[in-house]
C-alpha cells in the first residue's frame, strides 16, 4: 500500500507515541488500536492483518526477569552435556556397524533444556510433577545430563543403541524399553506435540471433575521448527486456545533447518508460526536474538536494523552462521551504509558470536518465566531462533547435512574443545572421553541442588499403580443372558456394559467414555444426561432439545470427552488417560469407541505409540467387518483393523459375535491390566447389526479369552463331519452353513466361534518357538490343536475381514484348511449382497466345506457342481479382490 499523506502519517504516528508515552500506554494503545481496527471493519473496508509481530524479541530488555543462578556455572555444565552428548554418539559410530544418532538437534537445543532444568522443569519427588514431551532426536543429550548426574554410568552411554544384550539406551524416547526414564514417544515427528495438548486437556478434565489435583502442574513441549509441517503437530492447537490450557508450554526450536535444508528458506517460519499459533489463540513469545543484539539495537536511530531483520529471509539467517562472520558483514549489514557504520568497531569474530536468542541463557529464561506465570487462561508457545550444529564450526555448523553428523574429525574435536573451555587434552581427544567432574565438584554440588529445590532428576517415570478392585462376571451378569426376542447389536450390549460400569462404585468414577463425534451413531446419546460431556466453559446455552430425555448437555464436570471430527484427537485423549496410572498415580479406563475403519488405519503411529507408552484401556471398533456398515460403501467398511491391531506385540484384539463374548472379554480386559497390571490395551470389534444373542453356554469362558470354544457339536449322525470356524457377523453364517450341511447334504459340522484368531496365532507361536528352542523336551501344543483334537474334518474359517487375518493360524492346523474372508475394495448394498459379493456368506462356506471333502476323496465333484447351480453361483463370477 502507498503512503499518500506522509504528513498525515506522521501526526499519527506522533499521536501514538504520546500514548506510549504515558503510564499504562502500551495497554492504552492496544485498546485505540483495537477500537480502530473495528471502526474500520463497520465502514465495510478491509482490515489488514495483525495478527504478527516485528521479526524481535517479544519481551523487551527492560522487562526481562533477572535470571538468579550462576551464569558462568551453567555455563561450564551446559558444555560439559554437550561433549557428553556428542562423544556418547561419536563412540556409538566408531565401528563398521554404523549405529547412528543425532547430535545437531540437541547442539542447537541445550540452552533451552537447560534453563527448563535448572529452573522451571518440576520432578516427582514429592508427587507428580511436570510432564514433559522431549524432542525425539534431542535424546543424547538427556542421557548426557544424567550422566552427570550419575543416574547412568558409562557403560550405559556406550550401550548407547545397543539394547539387546540388556543395559543399553534407547534411540529415542521408548517408556516400553526404558520404563524407569522415559514418559513419552515422541520421535515420530508430530506425536509428541498433539499428545502435549491432549495430555493438558484431560489434566483439566481430571482437575474438574475432581479427580486429581494438579495444582500448578506444567506440559512442556519440545518440538521443531521443521517437525511443525507434520499435520499432528499444528492440528489441534485450536482445540488448546478455545479450552483455555493455561497448563500447556511449546516451545519450538527454531533452527531453521530441518533434515535436508532450510524450513522456509524462502519466507520466515518463526513469523508463519506466530500467525497460527496467535490465531488460535495462543499467548507467543518470541525468542530470536540474543543479548549481544540489544547494544546494538539501542544504539541504532535510524531503524535500519530493524528494518533489515524485518527483510532477511531465514536461507540467509542460515547462510551468516555457515560462513561466518566477514560474509555476515557484508550480506546482513553490507545492505544499508548505516549499518556497517554501526558494526565498524566490531571484528569479524564480534559479529559471528552475535548470538541467537536461543543460545543466551537470559532471553531463554525471561521467556520460561513468562510462559509459566502468565494468567490470561491461554497456552503459551516459544518460539526460539537458534542454530543447527551450534558449536560444530565448520564440521557441521548450520550445514545442510548437519541433521545426519556422526562424527567430527579431530581439528573439529579441538575447535569444539576449545570453545567450550573442556578440561580434555590433545592426546585424550582421539578416544574422545566422556568427561564428569569429582562428586563434590563445584559444578556437581551445583546441579544436585538445583534439581532438589525442583522435586529431583527427570527425565523419570513411575511405572507402577495401586491395582483397582474390578467388577466380577457376576457384576455384569445382565449382559450374559438371552436377549429373548429382542434383537440387538454388540454395540448397543456394550453400551449397556459401559453404563454399569460408570456406576460401579469402585471405579466408575474411573471410566471415560470418548467419542470422535458419532454418539448417536453408537446408541450413547443417553449418556448424555446421565454423565454429560466433559466442557471447560460448562453450556453457556439452552440446547434446542433441553425439553428431551436426552438432550446435548454440556457440563464442567462431565465424564464424557467428545472430541468432534478428529480421530487423532480423539486417540490422543485416549491415551493421556490411559497412562493417567503412571503420569498421574491416578489409573483411569477409558473406552473410546470409533469407527473401525477410522481407527489403525488413520492413526496407527499413536497407535504404536500407545503400546510404547504402555497404555491401558479399551479402544472399541464399532461397525467393525467388511460388510456390516452396508450402505457406507468403500471407504467406511473395514477388512482390516485386526491385522493392523496384531501388528503391536501388546494390542490384545478380539471380534466377539454375541453379548456374552463381549463381556467376558471386558472383564477380564479389566481384571489383566487394573488388577493383575499387565502391560496390554484392548481393541474390541463391535457391530451395528441387530441380530438374536443366546445365553452364554456352559464353562466357555476360557475359550472365549484364549481366542475360539466350540459353541455347537456335530450331531455325528452323517458320514461326514467338518469343522466350521467364525467370529464376528460371519459367524452367524457359519452357523446357517451348517444348518444347509446337515440337511442337504448329510454332512455334521462342529462350529466354533473365533474370538480371537491373534491370541491364538500369538499362542501357537509361542508354542513353536519352544519346541525348537528345546528340542528335548516334550513339545508344546497349541491351543488351537488342542482343541480341534478328535474333532474330525477338513477346517473352515470364514471372517469379516481379509483372508489374512484368518489364515494366522493355518500353522496350527495339520490338515486341509480354507479360508473365506473379505479381501478387496468394499461397496455400498446390503449385507446379503455384500456377503454374496466377497464370498463369505453361507453359500460359500457350503462350498468350501463341501470341495475340502471332494478334495479329500470323501465326496465327488458332482456334488460341489450342483450345489453351485443350486446357489446361484457360477464359476466366472468376477473375483472381488480384482474390482
Not at 401 to 413: A, G, M, Q, R, W
Not at 649 to 667: F, K, R, S, W
Not at 686 to 699: K, L, S
Request: some cysteine.
Amino acid at each position: 500500500m502507498q503512503d499518500n499523506d506522509p504528513t498525515e502519517t506522521a501526526e499519527w504516528l506522533e499521536a501514538l507515541n504520546d500514548v506510549l508515552g504515558q503510564e499504562g500506554g502500551p495497554e492504552r494503545a492496544t485498546y485505540l488500536l483495537k477500537t480502530l481496527a473495528e471502526k474500520v471493519a463497520q465502514s465495510g473496508s478491509q482490515v489488514p492483518s495483525a495478527i504478527t509481530t516485528p521479526f524481535r524479541n517479544t519481551i523487551k530488555p527492560v522487562d526481562e526477569r533477572r535470571m538468579p543462578g550462576d551464569l558462568f556455572m551453567e555455563r561450564r555444565i551446559r558444555s560439559l552435556i554437550r561433549w557428553n552428548a556428542l562423544a556418547m554418539v561419536m563412540r556409538a559410530n566408531d565401528n563398521d556397524e554404523g549405529l547412528g544418532g543425532h547430535i545437531s538437534t540437541f547442539s542447537s537445543a541445550a540452552t533451552l533444556y537447560d534453563i527448563g532444568f535448572n529452573y522451571f522443569f518440576k520432578g516427582n519427588d514429592n508427587g507428580p510433577g511436570d510432564l514433559i514431551y522431549y524432542q525425539g532426536h534431542s535424546a543424547p543429550g538427556m542421557y548426557a545430563r544424567s550422566f552427570l548426574e550419575e543416574r547412568l554410568t558409562e557403560e550405559q552411554l556406550d550401550n548407547f543403541r545397543r539394547e539387546v544384550g540388556g543395559n543399553g539406551l534407547s534411540s529415542y524416547p521408548h517408556p516400553w524399553l526404558m520404563p524407569d526414564y522415559w514418559q513419552f514417544p515422541t520421535v515420530s515427528m508430530g506425536l509428541g506435540p498433539i499428545q502435549a495438548i491432549y495430555q493438558a486437556h484431560v489434566m483439566k478434565y481430571q482437575q474438574s471433575r475432581e479427580l486429581v489435583q494438579h495444582s500448578d502442574r506444567k506440559v512442556w513441549a519440545f518440538l521443531g521448527d521443521g517437525e511443525c509441517d507434520e499435520p499432528e503437530s499444528l492440528g489441534a492447537i485450536a482445540k488448546a486456545g478455545r479450552e483455555h490450557l493455561d497448563n500447556l508450554i511449546f516451545v519450538v526450536n527454531c533452527n531453521l533447518q530441518r533434515l535436508d535444508g532450510p524450513v522456509r528458506g524462502n519466507g520466515k517460519i518463526i513469523q508463519e508460526l506466530e500467525g497460527v499459533f496467535r490465531g488460535a489463540g495462543w499467548n507467543v513469545i518470541k525468542v530470536i536474538w540474543g543479548r549481544h543484539w540489544d547494544a546494538l539495537l539501542e544504539k541504532d536511530k535510524t531503524g535500519l536494523l530493524k528494518k533489515r531483520m524485518n527483510e532477511v529471509c531465514d536461507g540467509e539467517l542460515q547462510n551468516y552462521k555457515a560462513n561466518g562472520g566477514a560474509y555476515t558483514r557484508e550480506h546482513f549489514f553490507g545492505k544499508y551504509p548505516e549499518l556497517l557504520e554501526l558494526v565498524s568497531d566490531l571484528s569479524d569474530d564480534d559479529i559471528m558470536y552475535l548470538n541467537r536468542g536461543g543460545h543466551d541463557p537470559y532471553k531463554v529464561y525471561a521467556a520460561y518465566d513468562q510462559a509459566v506465570n502468565q494468567n490470561n487462561g491461554q497456552p503459551t508457545v516459544v518460539l526460539a531462533m537458534t542454530v543447527k550444529g551450534y558449536g560444530m564450526g565448520d564440521s557441521g555448523e548450520a550445514q545442510n547435512e548437519t541433521h545426519s553428523l556422526k562424527k567430527l574429525d579431530l581439528e573439529s574435536l579441538k575447535k569444539f574443545r576449545d570453545r567450550f573451555a573442556l578440561p580434555i587434552s590433545d592426546e585424550e581427544l582421539k578416544d574422545v572421553p566422556y568427561y564428569r567432574p569429582a562428586q563434590d565438584s563445584p559444578e556437581m554440588v551445583y546441579m544436585r541442588k538445583r534439581r532438589a529445590e525442583l522435586g529431583g532428576y527427570i527425565p523419570s517415570r513411575n511405572p507402577d499403580f495401586n491395582a483397582l478392585e474390578v467388577p466380577q462376571l457376576d457384576d455384569l451378569k445382565s449382559q450374559l443372558k438371552s436377549s429373548g426376542k429382542r434383537e440387538i447389536s454388540t454395540t448397543m450390549s456394550f453400551v449397556r456394559t459401559l453404563s454399569t460400569l460408570t456406576k460401579d462404585k469402585k471405579i466408575g468414577e474411573r471410566v471415560v467414555p470418548i467419542v470422535p463425534d458419532e454418539a448417536r451413531t453408537f446408541g450413547m446419546e443417553g449418556m448424555f444426561r446421565q454423565l454429560g460431556i466433559y466442557s471447560s466453559q460448562g453450556q453457556r446455552y439452552m440446547p434446542h432439545d433441553a425439553d428431551q430425555i436426552m438432550y446435548y448437555k454440556e457440563d464442567e464436570k462431565g465424564q464424557i470427552l467428545e472430541e468432534g471430527i478428529n480421530e487423532a484427537g480423539a486417540f490422543s485423549a485416549w491415551l493421556a488417560a490411559a497412562t493417567s496410572y503412571s503420569n498421574h498415580g491416578y489409573p483411569m479406563v477409558p473406552f473410546y469407541v470409533f469407527y473401525s475403519m477410522f481407527g489403525f488405519q488413520r492413526i496407527m503411529d499413536l497407535a504404536w505409540a500407545a503400546g510404547d507408552t504402555q497404555a491401558r484401556g479399551f479402544l472399541m471398533g464399532a461397525t467393525a467387518g467388511r460388510t456390516t456398515l452396508n450402505g457406507e460403501g468403500l471407504q467406511h467398511q473395514d477388512g482390516h483393523s485386526l491385522l493392523m491391531a496384531n501388528m503391536i506385540p501388546n494390542c490384545v484384539a478380539y471380534d466377539p459375535t454375541y453379548a456374552y463374548e463381549l463381556t467376558v472379554i471386558i472383564q477380564n480386559g479389566l481384571k489383566r491390566m487394573y488388577e493383575d497390571k499387565e502391560n496390554c490395551f484392548y481393541y474390541i470389534t463391535i457391530e451395528n447389526e441387530n441380530y438374536h444373542h443366546p445365553e452364554m453356554p456352559v464353562d466357555c469362558e476360557e475359550g472365549i479369552i484364549k481366542g475360539m470354544y466350540l459353541l455347537q457339536k456335530a450331531e455325528n449322525n452323517n458320514i461326514h463331519t467338518v469343522q466350521l470356524m467364525g467370529s464376528g457377523s460371519i459367524l452367524r453364517e457359519v452357523e446357517e452353513a451348517a444348518t444347509i450341511l446337515r440337511k442337504d447334504f448329510d454332512v455334521d459340522a462342529d462350529i466354533w466361534s473365533m474370538t480371537s484368531i491373534n491370541e491364538l496365532r500369538r499362542d501357537g507361536m509361542e508354542c513353536d518357538r519352544w519346541n525348537v528352542m528345546n528340542p528335548d523336551q516334550a513339545p508344546k501344543r497349541s491351543y488351537v490343536a488342542d482343541q480341534l483334537e478328535g474333532h474330525e474334518g477338513p477346517v473352515i474359517c470364514a471372517t469379516d475381514y481379509m483372508k489374512s487375518y484368518g489364515e494366522q493360524i493355518a500353522p496350527f492346523i495339520r490338515r486341509q484348511f480354507r479360508v473365506l474372508g473379505t479381501d478387496g475394495f468394499g461397496r455400498s448394498d446390503t449385507r446379503t449382497k455384500l456377503r454374496y459379493h466377497f464370498e463369505v456368506d453361507r453359500y460359500f462356506i457350503v462350498l468350501a466345506a463341501l470341495k475340502s471333502l471332494v478334495d479329500e476323496g470323501k465326496l465327488d465333484v458332482s456334488v460341489v457342481v450342483k450345489a453351485a447351480q443350486d446357489f446361484g453361483i457360477s464359476g466366472d463370477k468376477r473375483d472381488p479382490m480384482n474390482c
